[in-house]
């Protein structure tokens, strides 16, 4: 807190001694205020009239449900429907009004006169130019136009804006324009406000070259700029959304066309996440109605699901969109275990296709499956045996259907198998006779309990889960994968199944078998009967409840099986295996694929992309590129670089925007474990750097450790507080810190064939400090500085 305190003491002295306007000039009220304090009054002002036009609408909205409840009260089918419709959309909109934001309205952009006066929906002027004559000989203007931005839009009693949402296309300036394209836009201010009160305000100026003018007075600019303020707040474990602070580049791919595929390219900490979770609430601001199917957003774990959660809430969009970790996809199924690197690749790689489907099959001819058929019909007894059975299921495999669904076929070829074993198809030549006899066979023996008993075990509705059951005894498991698995793949496939738990790999072998596999359609289930139902004349009093809209909507959500949209993060992480899973649930879907080749996990990610391909179909793509790093400084940017060019040799990495001038710490740290198994010094060194981290930042601490030594981690930094935090190098992906300790980058660079780019993602989560501590595996130099870290 410490150091918080210094920077806002600092930053305060540089407010109220520097504040200038737009042509560098002090400027004070002659009552003495600064020009920073009649700013945040100013806005002050502003947001109280907004919130007092919410309290108005929040009143509309209570008025509604009152009314909604007095209709109810008619009792006819047609009073009853709308009053839920009424009370469903009254709800939602008090929702949203009730909801008090950190920083409702966070943003206004002043404006020159526009080329045309049209206005949009939301009462705001649409030209993007100025007018022709607009800045006059002098280099003097007049801001025509002002307006705020917000979280949802608010409109006045007059429907003139007060707040404009930040997804409206009058909003659009407020993100993309820049000193080199301004557009209309003449300043760009950013409010940092905490429930209703005013904080601070940050001014960008795009036109320096202006003066401007605003109700008569000369336009001031004060703060540090709405970027760099950003980007200097402490993290928490919750991500905070980037509205505020979107740039150009990010909000290009927000606002892009939703049609078809939208890849979009970046680096460590160019905001990727971030625009996908903006792109999602912006997709359903633009067409509601064509994405009431739901937006799916895949996230590789759920520590990245967790710090993301509160984003979509936060910028109004809530219950539209599900945001699901990989190892969540499958309902009833949630992944709590790693698999080694080896095993991974075996499970992950398309290879398993093939042993699936084998696997779905062969789990039929379980060990305690009856090799035998025996029943009674027409006074005679009648047998298939092994040989006979095995043909008939050999016929019913030769099909394409899912293996539960080929269960009627082989029913059918049973019954033939038996009729003709019978011999009375030679009994009548008369075709309605032997049908007729036919008919009776069938019914006669469906209806044997020893049929029926031996159907139910010899073809057995099988589950994903029994099928992996089957699949962890290594024999078997061995013969469906001959020729595609070796046998060191195949024993370690079968160990990891024979696990109690799930990894993020099983949940698409999972999925990969219910296709393989079908579901059996299932009889209707019939209304229990109502002892009502024997009384007569009581249809028009008691009519028959029907399903609510509000009702529909979040039963149809919980049995979604494919979306309107689908956003896939950190895209270069996901395996073959996982392409097909999350591909099924957007067949008929738009496509947002946010990645990073150089932070790929994946061993072989050509086997990936082609997978990718096939998920993503023959729909058109459009690419874009992030290039910008505003997460970490210069100093951490540059190291993360050297591991850069040895793990993706020519890549290019984004940009950093700052420097803090704090270079990165190298500490040395000796075995993990000392002599008789007490603590070491790896444990006595990482827990220091932490507790020293947690003195210099006001935010949250991340030690990065190789995944096998996650558990250990933790211990090391028992008792520490909340705002440190013990996590594997796999599960650093997507997340930030105030500060980071990374701890023996060879162990890290040595867990998998990925292992250098999956160091880089390490050294990259830092946004103010970064300590790497080199244990025995590192090869540290004199300074400290491990091998792989060096130039």
Request: with cysteine; aromatic share 4%.
């Amino acid at each position: 807190m410490a150091a918080q305190a210094q920077q806002d003491s600092a930053v305060d002295a540089v407010h109220d001694d520097a504040d200038r306007g737009p042509a560098g000039d002090a400027e004070r009220d002659p009552g003495g205020d600064s020009v920073r304090d009649r700013e945040i009054r100013g806005e002050q002002a502003h947001l109280d009239r907004v919130y007092r036009r919410l309290e108005e609408k929040i009143h509309e909205a209570e008025f509604l449900m009152n009314d909604a409840a007095q209709r109810g009260q008619v009792g006819t089918p047609g009073a009853l429907a709308e009053r839920d419709a009424q009370v469903f959309r009254a709800g939602i909109h008090l929702n949203r009004l009730n909801n008090e934001f950190e920083d409702f309205l966070f943003g206004r952009i002043d404006l020159l006169l526009g080329k045309d006066g049209k206005k949009g929906p939301d009462g705001a002027y649409t030209a993007v130019e100025p007018a022709e004559g607009t800045l006059r000989p002098d280099g003097t203007a007049d801001i025509a136009e002002t307006l705020h931005i917000g979280r949802i839009g608010v409109l006045d009693a007059e429907y003139a804006p007060l707040v404009i949402d930040w997804r409206a296309p009058a909003a659009a300036p407020f993100y993309r324009s820049t000193p080199v394209d301004p557009g209309r836009v003449v300043r760009r201010r950013v409010i940092r406000s905490k429930g209703r009160r005013v904080l601070g305000v940050e001014d960008d100026l795009m036109r320096p070259e202006i003066t401007a003018y605003l109700d008569g007075e000369r336009l001031a600019v004060t703060g540090d700029g709405a970027l760099m303020a950003a980007l200097g707040q402490a993290r928490t474990h919750s991500m905070r959304d980037i509205v505020a602070s979107i740039q150009a580049e990010q909000d290009r791919v927000i606002r892009a066309p939703a049609a078809s595929v939208t890849y979009v390219e970046g680096g460590p900490g160019t905001g990727k996440t971030a625009v996908a979770l903006h792109r999602a609430a912006y997709l359903l601001y633009q067409d509601r109605r064509r994405y009431a199917g739901g937006i799916l957003i895949v996230s590789p774990t759920p520590l990245l699901v967790a710090y993301t959660e509160g984003v979509l809430p936060s910028l109004g969009e809530e219950g539209q969109v599900a945001i699901r970790a990989i190892g969540s996809l499958v309902d009833g199924a949630e992944a709590t275990l790693y698999d080694s690197p080896a095993t991974a690749r075996a499970k992950g790689s398309a290879r398993m296709t093939g042993v699936l489907r084998r696997a779905a099959r062969g789990t039929l001819e379980s060990p305690g499956a009856p090799d035998r058929l025996r029943v009674v019909v027409f006074g005679r007894r009648l047998e298939l045996d092994a040989g006979r059975l095995a043909a008939v299921r050999r016929t019913a495999l030769g099909g394409t259907a899912p293996v539960n669904l080929l269960r009627p076929r082989a029913r059918r070829l049973l019954l033939d198998a038996l009729w003709d074993l019978s011999g009375a198809a030679g009994r009548h030549t008369d075709p309605e006779l032997a049908a007729e006899l036919r008919s009776s066979f069938d019914e006669d023996v469906s209806t044997e309990d020893s049929f029926t008993e031996f159907l139910d075990a010899w073809w057995p509705e099988l589950t994903p889960a029994a099928v992996l059951s089957a699949m962890a005894d290594e024999r078997r498991l061995g013969r469906w994968a001959r020729r595609v698995l070796n046998p060191g793949e195949v024993r370690r496939v079968a160990r990891s199944l024979r696990r109690d738990g799930r990894t993020v790999h099983d949940i698409a072998l999972l999925d990969e078998l219910q296709a393989v596999l079908g579901t059996p359609a299932r009889p209707r289930r019939r209304r229990e009967a109502d002892p009502l139902d024997q009384l007569t004349g009581l249809e028009e009093l008691m009519p028959q409840r029907e399903e609510t809209q509000r009702e529909r909507a979040e039963r149809l959500a919980q049995e979604r099986t494919e979306y309107a949209h689908v956003i896939v993060d950190e895209a270069q992480d996901l395996t073959p295996m996982q392409w097909r899973m999350v591909g099924r649930r957007g067949r008929h879907a738009t496509w947002t694929v946010v990645g990073d080749p150089a932070q790929s996990s994946w061993s072989d990610p050509d086997e990936a992309a082609q997978a990718r391909d096939e998920a993503l179909g023959s729909r058109p793509r459009r690419r874009f590129e992030l290039t910008v790093n505003y997460r970490n400084p210069a100093e951490i940017a540059e190291l993360a670089a050297r591991v850069l060019a040895l793990a993706m040799p020519g890549s290019t990495a984004p940009s950093a925007v700052r420097s803090t001038g704090v270079e990165p710490r190298f500490v040395t740290a000796g075995p993990a474990r000392g002599a008789g198994g007490g603590a070491g010094t790896a444990a006595d060194t990482v827990r220091a750097e932490a507790a020293r981290l947690l003195e210099l930042v006001d935010g949250t601490v991340g030690v990065v450790v190789a995944m096998n030594r996650r558990e250990e981690a933790r211990r090391w930094l028992a008792g520490l507080g909340d705002r440190v935090v013990a996590l594997g190098s796999l599960e650093a992906k997507g997340l930030e810190y105030d500060a980071t300790v990374v701890v023996s980058p060879a162990e890290i660079a040595d867990e998998s064939p990925a292992g250098l780019r999956v160091l880089y993602v390490a050294l990259t989560r830092a946004t103010q400090q970064l300590t790497v501590v080199s244990c025995e595996r590192d090869e540290p130099d004199a300074a400290g500085i491990p091998d792989l870290l060096r130039d």
